[in-house]
């Protein structure tokens, strides 16, 4: 059983395009992220939820919209794409918000062209 | 600052030789995470250190956080091919919302 499991794994799509990336945990953790992994392989948190609830935007263009209808889902949503957003997309959850470590799913690779 | 400097950035080594790599920030935190992740992966966590001058042994590998808890350092003793990887130290942030800061990570490439 994959604990954080992401689709798809790989997306090349052009830009203008809309496009979304799917994530479940079933750990039963309260908190799910999502990060952005650069060219240099910098990670840079995105968003956080804490029991389907926003906590973190961290200034992310409004063209990325995230939803969880659920506590074991957390999906992403990408409107108009640009060349900028090609960069490796990582799920992750945590048991809570109090500096536990992290679960991350095996990412996804989005490619703009 | 909150910011996590690695160094060094890369590392290509032999097996059997040792290495260290180190973690540094200008500020203290609560706690510091280190991660390993494999090309086509997500990073695993390694292990979690939270006292000051706490040292984690995980086989081979040895986890040090500084006294001060401004430091870190990753110690692997005989490195194998299978060590291989992108080597991440990471921080809470400021608030309680479970952010974790990461630090740039260290490529360790060990040859056979």
């Known amino acids: 059983d994959t604990a954080v499991s992401q689709t798809p794994k790989y997306l090349v799509t052009q830009m203008g395009n809309d496009k979304s990336i799917k994530c479940e945990q079933n750990?039963?953790?309260?908190?799910m992220y999502w990060y952005k992994q650069d060219s240099k392989k910098f990670l840079k948190i995105m968003f956080s939820?804490?029991?389907?609830?926003?906590?973190i935007n961290e200034t992310v263009p409004n063209r990325f919209s995230p939803k969880s209808p659920d506590k074991a889902h957390l999906n992403l949503h990408i409107n108009s794409l640009e060349l900028g957003d090609s960069a490796v997309y990582f799920c992750?959850?945590?048991?809570?918000?109090?500096?536990?470590?992290?679960?991350f799913g095996s990412g996804t690779r989005l490619t703009v062209v | 600052t909150q910011l996590l400097e690695q160094s060094p950035q890369f590392l290509s080594i032999q097996e059997g030789e040792n290495l260290t790599v180190y973690c540094n920030s200008s500020?203290?935190?609560?706690?510091l995470q280190w991660y390993r992740q494999e090309p086509g992966e997500g990073p695993v966590l390694l292990v979690t250190?939270?006292?000051?001058?706490e040292v984690k042994k995980l086989k081979r590998l040895t986890f040090q956080f500084g006294d001060a808890r401004k430091d870190s350092s990753l110690h692997i003793t005989a490195a194998q091919p299978g060590d291989t990887g992108l080597y991440l130290c990471?921080?809470?942030?400021?608030?309680?919302?479970?952010?974790?800061?990461f630090g740039q990570g260290t490529t360790l490439q060990v040859k056979p």
């Open positions: 990471a921080r809470p942030g400021l608030s309680n919302t479970g952010k974790l800061i």
């Open positions: 500020s203290v935190f609560s706690s």
């Open positions: 750990l039963g953790h309260d908190t």
């Open positions: 939820y804490n029991n389907k609830e926003l906590i």
């Open positions: 992750a959850s945590s048991p809570g918000t109090a500096g536990h470590g992290y679960t």
């Open positions: 250190v939270v006292t000051g001058g």
